[in-house]
């Protein structure tokens, strides 16, 4: 600095507005070189003393400030060394002054600041770093309070790797994300701006890394091992004993953090991925037992692992279904469960499937055919569903090598021992039993439906909405109800009707209409009380004979109305007919035929906007979701064996699950039934159905996905009643269900502590699960433990299948027993009011340590 601006830099320091309770500016110069001892007087602002200090005037000059002059601003200047405290008779008087020095790392703590002349080597240790304004002004942002060497040290790594906050968590975060790249530019800013040794220092402080070869990369690992130290219950390889951590619950904490947070963690991801193979973790997961590892997460060789034995297990029949369930359940909380998630529903799918075949026996039972229809509807709908399931997860897989062999044993399971041989006992009986009549004692036939559902509405006046979803088969529809009971405020009941034979969309449709008569006209359309109900326009016309205020409607046409629109096309309308095609639009093209299970799903998301909309734009009510048919589908080839020829007489119509005819058919491997049923009696017309659920030959392709036959699948036809409760205010009567800190105790007294939850009621109907994010801060917010998860969704009705034991690890740290700590329980599916509870606690721990490890 040149005179004028050390003599500015004195000017704007004198004329620095005074603190409270000041009078005047002290101000001491000890400048050791005595490069200004020539020029102090006229470096001195006007209206400043200046008092030269020696070794023997220092009393002189106390008198002269404290005694003689009680109101002239000083300047104390002195060419010499700055004495101890212990040595400066001045030190009173310095206290209450200010310090002024030309020297770079003075002025830097000075404008800091800092009063501790211990810290004058460590900030002239950084001066290249504080030589440039923005790092400086950035340092200035953390608003640091009683500067400690620490401090200053991970300040400066937190600017130099360009953080908001001042933590040594968070530098050690960004050092790794950069390590994912060609050139770590954090590391190299540290290497030349900051001190790559105070770094170190800090990571073997806060983390235990002591490495005489110190690396980032080792660092990685260091972390990485010692957390699945934590999770393995086998011992770690010797060969990797190194990096396991000795402060082992500060990195279980700092881990638990990485891979959790919303942004790292994809950062954590990337080097979970890069560093698996450097501990060659897949010739180890091989040797041990899957018990073993359930809980570990650190590396996706878990994953991949723990699928491959469930798949191996499943394959070769050992049958510990509610084990794989168990597991299953344990990975949902784990890392990378996100990354796998179709492959474990796949599986769990497969599991249910197999479970129910070893439930019901190798061999299905005969049955009489009101027995056959309660059992599907009550219990092996479920297996159609757990098929349904398993594709729709298995389609979505990019790489489906792994579960390819579990395809084919899913796929044979079903298709040989379910759908073949269930169809063909169900033929058996209704051969037997129904080839006059197609009637069911005790159940509802489809074309009784408006009669037993819809008319009394009708009759009171009440507006009734009918959603007709082609194809929406049983298994389906019980899915879809249940969804809808759980997400709508309301009251949903599902019911079972015989469907027609053949079931196909045109008499599916004609017989939920209201109907005294139903007949088949010379070009095989469907007449119903002589009008033809083919197409949207005719089935209004039949609609309107039965009541003047009737509309019918397609779903498509409904979607692109405005919600003025919406609600002038139900202005006075009472009864309501929506006709919705997603599963039949693609199930019933050879092109996508493969996509129809996931078409169902797509259904799924359809009708709940369309019910949402018909509730909240023309508050509905009274609404019934049906269906014209069901359908069968297996993916595997279709080979001759599973093909009938047909030589028919007479033939109206010939699909390939059916044959309507003006005769009586006799041919192999068919059954023949009257129409008489539906059309009345004497009608004349047959229909003529493959045994089983093969197909009539026939050419073209898209023979995987049919209906018009007479198997469980075709015909059990659902009718969801749903009615909207508008009793009380808000969108859904549902709630989660509630899961409550059973522990007595509020205080810990241990780094590592157990903690007991408990789901204090099952989930059903509107008791819906609950998913919490579980972990401890202190008074500021900030996180102090590992977190853990906890979903809480079992049906049980005994209490110890509905609790919860979580281990929680606590930084090692100081804790003060007379503050507050809290234990947090977050609602990770909230949005905004997301703290579930929030729990106080006393820790009073007395030595934190890594003992219980």
Known sequence: MNLKEIKNVLTETFNKELDCGKKRHIVFWYDEEGEFAEDIDELSPDNVRVLKLTENNSYAIKYEIEKVDKISHFLIYANMQKPSPRENYLLDILKYSTEFSTDKTTAIMRELGVNDDSLKGVFKRYLKFFNNKERYASFMKYEIENYTEEKIDIAVLSVLCKLDVCDIESVIKALFAEELKDNNKYLEAIEKFGDVKAFWRLAEKYYGFNLEDKNLEKLIL??????????????????????????????????????????????????????????????????????????????????????????????????????????????????????????????????????????????????KVQEFFEKYTNENYVIDKAYRRFYAAFDKLEDKEALVELREKVENTYVNWFVDELSVKWSNAISDELQDNWNIPLITEQKDFYNTFIRQHVIKGERVFVIISDALRYEAAKEFSDILNIERKGFT?????????????????????????????????????????????????????????SVAIQYKDLIEMSRSEFRKTFNGKKLIYIYHNSIDAVGDHAATEREVFNAVDETFKELKTLINDLINNVSASNIYITSDHGFIYKRGLITESDKTSKNAEDAAVEKRRFIISDKKQNMEGTICFSMDYILGKDSGKYVTVPRGSNRFKVQGEGANFVHGGATLQEIVVPVIKFKNDRSKNGKSDTRKVEVKLTNISRKITSVITYLEFFQTEKVEDKKIPVRLKIYFTDEEGNRISNENIIIADSKSTKPEDRSYKEKFILKSMTYDKKKKYYLIMEDEEEAVENIYEKIPFIIDIAISNDFEF
């Open 493 to 549: 009941e599902i019911y079972a009707m015989q469907g027609v034979i053949p079931s196909y969309t045109k008499l599916g449709m004609a017989s939920l209409l209201p109907n005294d008569k139903i007949e088949i006209d010379d070009k095989a359309e469907i007449i119903v009380d002589g009008i033809n109900s083919a197409g949207t326009d005719n089935r209004e016309k039949v609609l309107l004979k039965y009541s003047e205020n």
């Open 222 to 367: 260091f972390f990485m091992v010692t957390n699945l130290s934590y999770t393995l219950d086998e011992a770690i390889p010797r060969t990797w004993g190194k990096y396991v951590s000795s402060k082992k619950s500060d990195c279980i904490v700092f881990m638990s953090h990485f891979m959790s947070h919303s942004v790292d963690s994809k950062i954590y991801d990337a080097l979970s991925n890069k560093f698996e193979d450097k501990l060659n973790i897949q010739l180890y997961i091989k040797e041990w037992d899957i018990d073993n590892y359930i809980k570990c997460d650190v590396f996706k060789a878990f994953d991949k692992a723990i699928i491959s034995k469930l798949v191996e297990q499943l394959l070769d029949d050992i049958g510990e279904y509610d084990k794989y369930t168990e597991i299953i359940s344990a990975r949902r909380t784990t890392h990378f469960f996100n990354d796998f998630e179709q492959e474990y529903e796949a599986i769990n799918a497969a599991v249910e499937l197999f479970k129910v075949k070893k439930n019901i026996g190798e061999f299905i039972r005969q049955y």
